[in-house]
């Protein structure tokens, strides 16, 4: 990965170019956690092995007030 570097002040910052990363939402991870099969269920998968998945606040709220997802719970 690239990325950029710059002084402010003296002080020599460097930032790297960030990774691709794969937003989720509601229904993937309800297949996925669910143990279903599909495209969108795989795709999770890979994103979670490869640490590029990232949950939006509105699907993580979603998914933690879910009432049909107690069964995950145990």
């Not at 950029?4 to 309800?30: K, P």
């Not at 269920?41 to 709220?61: G, I, N, Q, R, S």
């Amino acid at each position: 990965m690239s990325g950029f570097s710059r002084t402010v002040g003296g002080v020599l910052y460097e930032h790297a170019r960030s990774a691709a990363v794969i937003a989720i939402d509601t229904s993937a991870m309800i297949a996925y956690l669910g143990g279903e099969s599909g495209a969108d269920v795989e795709a999770v998968d890979a994103a979670l092995a490869h640490k590029a998945a990232v949950l939006p606040p509105p699907v993580l709220t979603e998914l933690l007030s879910a009432p049909n997802l107690q069964g995950f719970a145990k």
